[in-house]
């Protein structure tokens, strides 16, 4: 696919893994997102901003603890529908990319949050879900996790996993694997 830029997005959710969030019920908590040049895989811009949720406004212990954000975070953070129009804004500035993410879920997350809080997609750009590209570029059979990802290109976690920018910048460096001057 022919692209000027590279978007990358990682959300991060609220969560519990004992049932009390619901999957249709989680909301995003973090944006995460870099705006990558296409000919160079440089990250030009990111952004980032947490979000205040309001299905599940108190962060479970399990959420807390796996993406290290903290309720103070989201406490004063700004709603849904007011990231989306700043992201939408930083988004502007850029015509001609595609939007990728490590897995279908942030793909997902974002409609489903889209759809709750009656707004309109800020994204609308075809989307590239980079796992299965990743194990098909290195011949494999499964679908790599981004830390094992980053592991079998020889590069090291940057920043604090589960943290949408931190994940975004890491799924960033993993692009000049998984597209060729072809794909550009």
């Not at 992201?87 to 993410?101: A, I």
Request: net charge neutral; hydrophobic share 40%; with cysteine.
């Amino acid at each position: 696919m022919k692209t000027n830029y590279y978007l990358v997005i990682d959300f991060e959710a609220t969560c519990c893994n004992q049932g009390s969030v619901p999957r249709e019920q989680m909301e995003i908590i973090e944006f995460g997102a870099v705006m990558v040049e296409a000919t160079n895989f440089q990250v030009l811009s990111q952004f980032q901003s947490f979000v205040r949720p309001v299905r599940h406004p108190v962060l479970t212990g399990f959420c807390t603890e796996l993406t290290s954000i903290q309720q103070h975070d989201v406490d004063g953070a700004p709603l849904f529908k007011d990231v989306a129009v700043q992201f939408k804004k930083w988004l502007h500035q850029y015509q001609g990319f595609v939007f990728c993410s490590w897995g279908d879920y942030d793909r997902k997350q974002l409609q489903q949050d889209c759809a709750f809080h009656g707004v309109p997609n800020p994204v609308g750009a075809p989307h590239i879900n980079l796992k299965p590209l990743m194990s098909e570029r290195l011949s494999l059979s499964k679908k790599l996790g981004l830390g094992q990802a980053l592991r079998q290109a020889g590069m090291q976690f940057e920043g604090t996993a589960h943290r949408g920018i931190d994940d975004a910048r890491n799924i960033a460096r993993l692009l000049p694997l998984l597209f060729d001057a072809r794909d550009r």
